[in-house]
Structure formats: C-alpha cells, structure tokens
C-alpha cells in the first residue's frame, strides 16, 4: 500500500509541472521575422521556469542565437553561441534571470530589429497558467479516479 502511494505522489510530482508550464509563440501569428517589435510582444508577459519559447519560421530565412546582453544591444554573436535554424525552434527556460535572442542572418537583427529580451523568474502565477489549469484539472481528477480504481 505504501509504495502505491509513492506511486501516485511520483505522478503527480511529474504531471503539475508540464501542466503549469506554457508554451510561448514568439511574435504569435507573425512568427519570428523581421521588423517586428519583439518587446512590444513580450512586454505584459511573464516568463517562468518550466515554460518555454517556440520560434517559428521558414526554415534557411531565420536563425535564433541565444547571446549576452551586450551581444543583444550590438548584434553581434561569437563562436561559441548555439545557432538553431529549424524554423521551429523550441527553447526551454530552465533558469532564472535575463534571457535574449538574436537572428543572425544578414542583419535581421541590425536592421530588422529581428530580437528578443526576456526575464524568466520563479512560479506560476501569470494569467495564462490561470486561465488553461481549470481544463487540465479534469484531466488530473480523471488520472487520479483511474489510479484509485487499480489500487482497488
């Protein structure tokens, strides 16, 4: 009985989480492309662990580098920077603190504008999370219910 319970606390522990988390479309239906105000985007948003950024893109148009700030303000990337370029890029923010992320193509970023800066901080208390966890409520009663009915 003991370990069934475990079980069941184990579950839970893995499942609230992703459940919390939100997965956030970088410029929305605009996707990640030039001349467009990322800032403008992400301002009123909040950012937290467990959550995660998706770029979208044509694939070969765009690229995402995750860089300094002083990188972001000069749009400038180094050889040690990661370059993603699948044109459907999938970051998740696993720590606290200033995030930014350039395009490196031509100069997208110079001139496009093409960048992004976020804080990610601790908890989940943006409305966001408000608004979808009632719909995964049901989905946890409805686990729960079923792992009552194996224990007994």
Known sequence: MAFTQF???????????????????????????????????AKGKEF???DKLVFKYPEG???????????????????????????????PLETLGNKWYICGVAK?????????????SEGSSSAARKSIAPMYYGWITAIFGILAMVMV
């Open 48 to 50: 937290h662990v467990g």
């Open 7 to 41: 079980f069941v606390l184990a579950i839970v522990a893995i499942l609230v989480p992703s459940i919390l988390a939100v997965e956030f479309m970088v410029g929305d239906d605009q996707g990640w492309t030039t001349n467009y105000d990322y800032q403008a985007w």
């Open 61 to 91: 148009a765009h690229s995402v580098i995750k860089v300094n700030g002083t990188s972001f303000q000069q749009c400038a990337t180094s050889a040690g920077n990661g370059i993603l370029t699948s044109g459907n890029d999938v970051i």
């Open 108 to 120: 997208h970023c110079e001139v496009g504008n093409q960048k992004l800066s976020i804080t990610v």
